[in-house]
């Protein structure tokens, strides 16, 4: 039998003939046992490698990699799902609990912004047909920017194709080798990519230690702009920057402030409005946010707020606005109804928040260790990397799915799965899946 709100469509295949990597594929991913993706890639995989000179040994070593956490039973990634995400999932026509999801207030889905999009699709098409600076703008992009700047409490906003993309073409574009970036420790991989890319010198302080940070604000620095960097929300241990010391701080040095809101637009601050509406400080202080449209907002892309003058300069500087594809309709309407949901529906942000109360509250009186969380994104550390991906498989096997995130992408003995609370998951939901985490432990 199939939950409410689950829209699976597994029936959908029927009739089809599947390719034979589809088959195996179909075939192993009944019956709780995870989807492997690679058809019978594996089989045979050893004499492909070797007889593959594009690949260098590192490389040839990350497939190994992945052969050996398939042949224990462990790899529980990139498991295609039937139909719409949302608290309950169907993979091949089986049901899943879902606990790690970035739809924090649950619009995946919902009625208004879907037919938003449609509409957008009805009248602009499927794509936007060009770059941004070129012959890709149309009226939703224009709409869109100014609804997020109004939002967001800045003078000006810019979309971008993805959030990996906005922190791309600030660094990119506005920093050079003169300049120095002093990042937090757990910084999103999309900044350090960023600074590496765009050579721009960077530091790491200790994670959300003010300390930390002055001492390497202290340290001579010859020469260009100094840029602070931090997240709103943490996405891996689901902490709240401390943006007040980082606001004080970079006024006594004559820094500057760039803050990821890529998880807080939606969930922090009144309505969603973000990190520093949450701590009562205007987002004037912050001279560069950053965000995603693919977390509370049900879409993709990212976009920048800040200054005009530093938009303008983004339209006319930064690379992903000149030479990469515009947003398209679809998750444009979608983004610029959603942020309207968010300011009528403030009962989502409320039952999120309980939501997480609660789950919170329960896992630790359970004796898990959530580490620094304090928001929706709740880190279950375990440890090493077997341990995380082997709960992870045992979740799966009792019906829930939850991503396990290992080295490199936390520090080594810090692997955890990392669970996402979101607003559409219902008391008796959380309760069992609690049942289970108690089970396992
Ligand atoms: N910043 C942070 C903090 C993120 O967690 C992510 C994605 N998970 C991004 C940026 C990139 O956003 P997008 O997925 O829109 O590229």
Not at 163 to 187: E, F, P, Q, R
Not at 398 to 424: D, E, W, Y
């Amino acid at each position: 039998m199939k939950s409410q709100g689950v829209r699976g469509d597994s029936e959908g295949k029927k009739g089809k003939t599947d390719s034979p990597a589809e088959k195996k594929n179909s075939l192993q991913g009944t019956d709780k046992t995870p989807q492997d993706p690679f058809g019978d890639f594996f089989d045979d995989y050893a004499n492909k490698l070797q007889h593959n000179p594009l690949l260098n040994d590192r490389q040839k070593q990350k497939i190994e990699v992945v052969n050996k956490t398939r042949n224990s039973g462990f790899y529980t990634f990139q498991q295609a799902f039937d139909a719409k995400s949302g608290a309950l999932i169907t993979l091949n026509g089986t049901e899943y609990k879902l606990l790690s999801s970035y739809d924090y207030l649950g619009l995946i889905g919902h009625k208004e912004i879907e037919k938003s999009a449609v509409e957008a699709i009805n009248k602009f098409g499927t794509g936007s047909g060009g770059v941004r600076l070129l012959t890709g703008t149309n009226k939703l992009h224009l709409e869109l920017e100014n609804d997020l700047a109004h939002f967001t409490g800045t003078e000006a906003a810019v979309t971008y194709s993805s959030g990996y993309h906005a922190n791309l073409a600030v660094l990119s574009s506005l920093m050079d080798s003169k300049d120095l970036a002093l990042i937090d420790s757990k910084i999103h991989q999309s900044t350090l990519d960023a600074c590496k890319l765009a050579g721009l010198p960077h530091r790491r302080f200790e994670h959300n230690n003010p300390n930390s940070l002055e001492d390497l604000l202290k340290q001579h620095h010859s020469g260009g702009r100094v840029l602070i960097i931090s997240e709103g929300m943490f996405s891996m241990d689901g902490d709240i920057c401390k943006l007040k010391e980082l606001v004080a701080l970079k006024k006594k040095y004559g820094a500057f402030l760039m803050i990821d809101e890529a998880h807080s637009l939606g969930v922090l601050g009144e309505n969603g409005k973000g990190v520093a509406s949450h701590f009562n400080i205007s987002p004037h202080e912050i001279d560069i946010i950053t965000g995603s449209l693919s977390k509370a907002i049900p879409a993709s892309g990212g976009y920048v707020a800040g200054s005009r003058e530093l938009i303008i300069f983004l339209q006319h500087g930064s690379s992903p606005f000149i030479f990469s594809a515009a947003l398209g309709p679809a998750a444009t309407a979608t983004a610029t109804m959603a942020l309207k949901v968010f300011q009528t529906e403030p009962e989502r942000r409320k039952k999120l928040w309980a939501n997480t109360q609660f789950f919170v509250s329960e896992l630790q009186k359970s004796g898990f260790d959530t580490g620094l969380s304090s928001t929706p994104i709740i880190p279950v550390i375990l440890g090493s990397d077997e341990a995380a991906l082997s709960f992870s498989r045992k979740l799966f096997d009792r019906g829930v799915l939850a991503t396990p995130v290992i080295f490199p992408a936390v520090p080594k003995q810090q692997s955890r799965l990392r669970l996402c609370i979101t607003a559409s998951q219902e008391k008796p939901f959380l309760q069992e899946v609690l049942d289970i985490f108690r089970q396992l432990r």
